[in-house]
T-cell receptor, first 115, second 115 residues
């Protein structure tokens, strides 16, 4: 139980295009999901908190218009990287907590490469 | 805000040896969680500690929460090649209404095991 499915696992896109990343909780409802960014050999940096049915809460320094988050249902949150540039290349990971369990479950991550 | 510091950043271990990674917070934590991220993978929840002075064991892994709830440690005995990865501490997840809040991750300890 407590599975979070994240797609795509890898994506390569051209500079200036947008990329959508999906995160689904498969066997539980997640009113809140979290989006992280991780650079090689570094820790996870929280980008934003996605709240079902309301606006996401962004961490300081994260551009809201660039990283669009939508949490339209209790099992799906999406992160759209708009007008991507090479510096947006990174590993993006979502997570959610199953209320019936300890800890947070992470998606498998999306490795974004902008060329 | 809360800062979670983790040392060492890197740990090279001979197979069969023991090692410890430490986590310190500038503030008292309601709980602390530990995660493991294998190379190329995503973080996987290991354990949560809640009580002052709590000690929990998972096979060769021993987790400890300090008396003041400001520090924690992970001790691995008889290291195996399967222990390779980065170990993160994180705290806390605070409960607000029906959802749990964001995690503050430590920098992580990257463990390399030499056969």
């Amino acid at each position: 139980g407590a599975v979070v499915s994240q797609h795509p696992s890898r994506v390569i896109c051209k500079s200036g295009t947008s990329v959508k990343i999906e995160c689904r909780s498969l066997d539980f409802q997640a009113t809140t999901m979290f989006w992280y960014r991780q650079f090689p050999k570094q820790s996870l940096m929280l980008m934003a908190t996605s709240n079902e049915g309301s606006k996401a809460t962004y961490e300081q320094g994260v551009e809201k218009d660039k990283f669009l988050i939508n949490h339209a249902s209790l099992t799906l949150s999406t992160l759209t990287v708009t007008s991507a540039h090479p510096e947006d290349s990174s590993f993006y990971i979502c997570s959610a907590r199953n209320p019936g369990r300890d800890g947070y479950t992470f998606g498998s991550g999306t490795r974004l490469t902008v060329v | 805000g809360q800062q979670v510091m983790q040392i060492p950043q890197y740990q090279h271990v001979q197979e069969g040896e023991d090692f410890t990674t430490y986590c310190n917070s500038s503030t008292t934590l309601s709980n602390i969680q530990w995660y493991k991220q294998r190379p190329g993978g995503h973080p996987v929840f290991l354990i949560q500690l809640v009580k002052s002075g709590e000690v929990k064991k998972q096979k060769r892994l021993t987790f400890q929460f300090g008396e003041a709830k400001k520090n924690s440690s992970l001790h691995i005995t008889a290291t195996q090649t399967t222990d390779v990865g980065t170990y993160f501490c994180a705290g806390p997840g605070y409960k607000t209404t029906d959802s749990w809040g964001k995690l503050q991750f430590g920098a992580g300890t990257q463990v390399v095991v030499t056969p």
